[in-house]
């Protein structure tokens, strides 16, 4: 079965999971069609598509494990031939992303040593959270130290005193999945108190025994329900339905319509007279909007 097949067959989704009596929790994303979209106007070098897949999914998976209305950021700053990603996901899971590279990696697949190319030796991971509802600002930031997105995320988890949590990620040119697990409050607590030699290991030790056996391409093909029967034998697993996600910017032809109303009529004729056409093009998704001299008259009020 190829992946598009299985794209049509499953929408995007994010969905959680739980582990039956167990202090264990999880969440899982697989995105195809959005993730096409999101390249529409913009083509990446197949190392900086799979860095920012991999940013995408972990956007979604992180907006999945809190409860908020508003924006969650994923920004990776360096100075390495990616010298900035940026990776967004609203809480009902609308995503965009862009990353701004330099040079032209051949390499199909994003290793470790491509990916310390990408970010530099001086990165920085930047977590941010914005409410919607009131001005709540959270950022957390960790130095890009590891050799993977993976491991700099495990870094900002384990820093910024959160929930212990694990994670994969994948992407290609089709698709876009991850899978995140983390251990919720009062399992530490059992498993000190407890006699590890008689209890072995825990359902925390098994469920990261199964996420490192994933592979790249089991992450990439399976759906949700294959990958934990086949993964996690930490005990019964109730996955939820879960949320329908999608690429969604933020840009219009309202909004740009606004923007050049704020420009003025008369630096927009400007424009119009040596351009023959007004057009701007979404910092985000690099969609371009179009303005013809009738598009401008109507824009400024002039009905003809
Ligand atoms: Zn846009």
Redesign the pocket.
């Given at each position: 079965m190829t992946t598009d097949t299985v794209m049509e067959a499953t929408p995007d989704r994010v969905r959680r999971f739980i582990f039956e009596d167990q202090p264990v929790r999880g969440h899982w994303v697989r995105i195809g069609q959005g993730w096409r979209a999101l390249r529409e106007f913009r083509d990446y070098s197949p190392p900086v598509r799979e860095l920012l897949g991999q940013a995408v999914g972990a956007s979604v998976l992180l907006a999945a494990t809190l409860k908020f209305k508003g924006t969650l950021t994923l920004q990776i700053q360096g100075n390495g031939a990616c010298g900035l990603l940026v990776a967004q996901c609203t809480d009902d899971f609308r995503f965009?992303a862009l990353a701004r590279a330099q040079g032209e990696g051949t390499a199909t697949e994003l290793t470790p040593e491509l990916f310390r190319w990408l970010v530099g030796d001086e990165g920085r991971l930047t977590v941010t959270i914005e409410s919607e509802d009131s001005d709540l600002r959270y950022q957390g930031v960790v130095p890009l130290t590891g050799h993977s997105l993976v491991a700099c995320l495990e870094q900002y988890f384990a820093s910024s005193e959160q929930l212990p949590t694990r994670l994969q990620l994948a992407a290609d040119a089709d698709c876009i999945a991850g899978l995140l697990v983390q251990q919720l409050p009062g399992a530490r607590e059992e498993q000190e108190s407890g006699d590890a030699e008689v209890t072995g290991p825990t359902a925390w030790d098994k469920v990261q025994q199964g996420l490192a056996a994933v592979s790249r391409g089991e992450l990439l093909q399976c759906n949700a329900e294959e990958l934990l029967i086949w993964n996690f034998k930490a005990g019964d697993v109730r996955l939820f339905e879960g949320s329908q996600t999608g690429f969604g910017?933020r840009?219009s032809t309202e909004r740009v319509s606004g923007m050049l109303k704020s420009l003025g009529e008369d630096e927009v004729k400007d424009v119009l007279r040596e351009q023959g056409a007004v057009t701007v093009t979404?910092d985000?998704?690099n969609?371009p909007y179009t303005f013809d001299q009738p598009a401008v008259e109507a824009l400024f009020g002039h009905v003809h």
């Open positions: 965009r910017c840009c979404c985000f998704c969609r």
